[in-house]
């Protein structure tokens, strides 16, 4: 259950976010700096999460086509997060099919679970840890889990909206956010009882076999 302190930060960041995007599409610059300004760390970790040390390039290829087609976009803030994420998504692939990796894989997820939407301990951990040691742990998970808690911890995004940015439907982009998640906060449990938060993570996702 989301708590009502974020609930009340989401929106307000949401409305500045929908201000500026508002400004920006009437052509003040100072609009579209400021929702670049709110939007690009998030959306540069989604990015590095995927390509690793390619994501600088790629999160600049997806601002130039934000900026192309910001006069094309309806929404509010909330929405202009999911838009400029699948952006990003698609020339993160985009990158993956020209360096010849591996493309991101499908799993079968059983929609069915009654699971919560949110594993405050492992999400207040991740926030407490740097961006650095987060994004390595999550490059452990299965690649359909780890770009669910991508979209969730580092975009902001929620059931839904992470859920249209993958093509897929929205429980079974909750079912795969929560178990990894769950796995994040049994990983971050045993770290602390040794003392040491330990990662083996490659550079970018590791795919799913």
Request: hydrophobic share 40%; aromatic share 4%.
């Amino acid at each position: 259950m989301v708590r009502g302190g974020e609930r009340r930060r989401t929106q307000a960041y949401d409305a500045e976010l929908g201000a500026a995007v508002e400004r920006a599409q009437q052509g003040d610059e100072s609009g579209f700096a400021a929702a670049y300004r709110l939007v690009h760390p998030g959306l540069l970790g989604y990015v590095r999460g995927l390509v690793g040390e390619d994501a600088e390039d790629v999160t600049s290829e997806a601002w130039l086509e934000i900026a192309r087609d910001l006069g094309r976009f309806r929404g509010d803030g909330a929405g202009f997060r999911g838009w400029t994420a699948t952006i990003a998504r698609h020339r993160a692939l985009d990158h993956l099919r020209k360096r010849k990796r591996r493309p991101l894989t499908s799993l079968i997820e059983q929609d069915v679970l009654d699971l919560p939407g949110r594993q405050n301990t492992a999400d207040d951990a991740l926030e407490a840890l740097s961006t650095g040691q987060a994004l390595e742990m999550i490059a452990t998970l299965p690649r359909e889990q780890a770009e669910a808690v991508l979209l969730r911890v580092v975009v902001g995004l929620d059931g839904p909206a992470a859920a249209r940015v993958l093509g897929k439907r929205s429980g079974s982009v909750r079912t795969s956010a929560y178990r990894g998640l769950k796995r994040l906060a049994e990983q971050l449990a045993a770290g602390s009882r040794t003392g040491v938060v330990t990662s083996a993570a490659p550079r970018t996702l590791r795919d799913e076999t």
